[in-house]
């Protein structure tokens, strides 16, 4: 944390900030055409940290090829998900 209004060095300092929440500037990954995903990463006023990701891909003309993208979107989101949020429980035997 710095000591300017306890914003964290990785805040972004503006009107993003807001209601106790520090939020930081957005890490966008972009595949123009075909996908984008763009990243926060925030703070909440209890002081818990949070990634916040948007993600937009580009689906196939076809219905049976879109809604294949999808399960398989899903399935590696419910992967990446699942993966971080065993990452972030406290190990065994430690509050947290």
Same mark, same amino acid.
């Given at each position: 944390?710095?000591?300017?209004a306890?914003?964290? $060095?990785?805040?972004g300092? +503006?009107?993003?900030c807001?209601l ?5 500037? /957005?890490?966008?990954? +972009?595949? %123009?055409?075909r996908? &984008?995903?763009?990243?926060v &990463?925030?703070?909440?006023? =209890?002081?818990? $940290?949070?990634?916040?990701i948007?993600? &937009?891909?580009a689906l #196939?003309p076809? /219905?049976?090829? =879109?809604?294949?993208?999808l399960?398989?979107?899903? #399935? $590696? ?7 971080a949020?065993? #990452?972030a429980r %406290? #190990?065994?035997? &430690?509050?947290?």
């Amino acid at each position: 944390m710095t000591r300017r209004a306890g914003h964290t $060095d990785w805040c972004g300092r +503006d009107h993003r900030c807001n209601l106790g929440e520090h939020r930081s500037d /957005e890490l966008v990954v +972009d595949l %123009p055409g075909r996908a &984008r995903a763009v990243l926060v &990463r925030v703070r909440t006023a =209890a002081g818990r $940290d949070h990634a916040e990701i948007r993600l &937009r891909v580009a689906l #196939a003309p076809t /219905e049976v090829a =879109a809604r294949r993208q999808l399960v398989g979107l899903l #399935a $590696d989101v419910r992967q990446a998900v699942t993966r971080a949020g065993i #990452a972030a429980r %406290p #190990a065994a035997g &430690r509050a947290g």
